[in-house]
Nanobody, 128 residues
Framework: QVQLVESGGGLVQAGGSLRLSCEAS????????MGWFRQAPGQEREFVAA????????YYADSVKGRFTISRDNAQNMVYLQMNSLKPEDTAVYFC?????????????????????WGQGTQVTVSS
């Protein structure tokens, strides 16, 4: 059984940076893509970024484009989210997710329904 474990969350001032990590464990872990989502209190889960396992193509939500960078290390089964220029509105629980679906268009990885494995989340709080 595949498990995803996020780490790296915390409290940071506006304008600061954090790097989230997601470690996958379990045999035969070979997702088509990995994604990061976030959920603030009282709000729906929101897409942040996705990356294809093969080729490393990436896709970002408009709200984080230019500030966040998703990357992966296939050999180590790791996915990262580098978050720079953080804003108070970035405050949320951040989730790592794995998708077994192969989409040619990364746009399709925006929906949480395309992911079948989720981590427990890590809290990111940005103070103003």
């Amino acid at each position: 059984q595949v498990q995803l474990v996020e780490s790296g969350g915390g409290l940071v001032q506006a304008g600061g940076s954090l790097r989230l990590s997601c470690e996958a464990s379990g045999r035969t872990f070979s997702p088509a893509a990995m994604g990061w989502f976030r959920q603030a209190p009282g709000q729906e889960r929101e897409f942040v970024a996705a990356i294809k396992k093969l080729g490393g193509s990436t896709y970002y939500a408009d709200s984080v484009k230019g500030r966040f960078t998703i990357s992966r290390d296939n050999a180590q089964n790791m996915v990262y989210l580098q978050m720079n220029s953080l804003k108070p509105e970035d405050t949320a629980v951040y989730f790592c997710a794995a998708s077994g679906l192969y989409y040619s268009n990364l746009y399709n990885y925006q929906s949480h329904r395309g992911y079948n494995t989720w981590g427990q989340g890590t809290q990111v709080t940005v103070s103003s």
